[in-house]
């Protein structure tokens, strides 16, 4: 068996068979974090656990509502998440993939697949999470280092400071696309400003740890 990461893998699903039948699947590679769900959960409970549990990725299950009374599919959980966390990773398996693709958002239709050929074909959506897993946090981490070069430079040319406002705004929308500052009221002095005393504090900080 090939050595993978141990990634957290959050999934989600109505039916405890399937529950278990994901965790025999795919515990020997990733992390499993499962949300037990009933008729009382709600969104707000589904999209906070995703947020504290600090899962790499999310997987759930289409018909939600098949054996439960609530408001909700696995498509309107990836819906919500994507319009508050911009590219984060996600899937959706379900035996009813037509239906499931007919009913969601055009953006969900590559994060879509057939439960049984998962099943058949493990090995292919193991390295397909973990893959989907390695590009975002590469693409964050590109952005951050360099969101922190361009901050920490004295003078920025006109095209620098058009970079800086665009990365700082990438990244406040895939940390939480609600509240997002537009782009338009950005400042490149006050991002300067705010980058230096990061810095400072991330300095304290680490002299602090050091005479403990």
């Known amino acids: 068996m090939a050595e993978y990461k ?20 795919f515990s020997d590679y990733f992390d499993i974090e499962i949300l037990p769900i009933d008729s009382s959960t709600t969104m707000e409970d589904v999209i906070s656990w995703i947020y504290t ?9 289409y018909r939600l509502k098949e054996n439960l009374e609530i408001d909700f599919n696995g498509n309107e959980i990836l819906e919500t998440l994507n319009r508050q966390r911009l590219n984060f990773p996600m899937y959706m398996i379900t035996a009813h993939e037509d239906e499931a693709i007919s009913e969601s958002d055009e953006s969900l239709d590559d994060l879509i697949f057939d439960k049984e ?6 090995d292919i959506m193991v390295t397909r999470i973990e893959n989907k897993i390695k ?19 004295n003078e920025l040319t006109i095209k620098e400071e058009e970079e800086l406002l665009r990365l700082d705004y990438f990244l406040e929308e895939t940390t939480s696309k609600l509240g997002v500052t537009p782009i338009t009221l950005k400042d490149t002095k006050s991002l300067k400003k705010l980058c230096e005393l990061i810095e400072k504090v991330d300095k304290i900080i680490e002299k602090l740890e050091r005479n403990e």
């Open 6 to 25: 141990k990634y957290k893998v959050g999934y989600i699903d109505e039916s405890e068979d399937d529950v278990i039948l994901f965790q025999q699947q």
């Open 117 to 122: 050929l998962v099943s058949n074909n493990l």
């Open 135 to 153: 590009k975002y946090k590469f693409e964050l981490e590109q952005k951050e280092k360099r969101h922190r070069e361009l901050s920490l430079k």
């Open 53 to 61: 549990t600090h899962l790499d990725i999310i997987v759930v299950d």
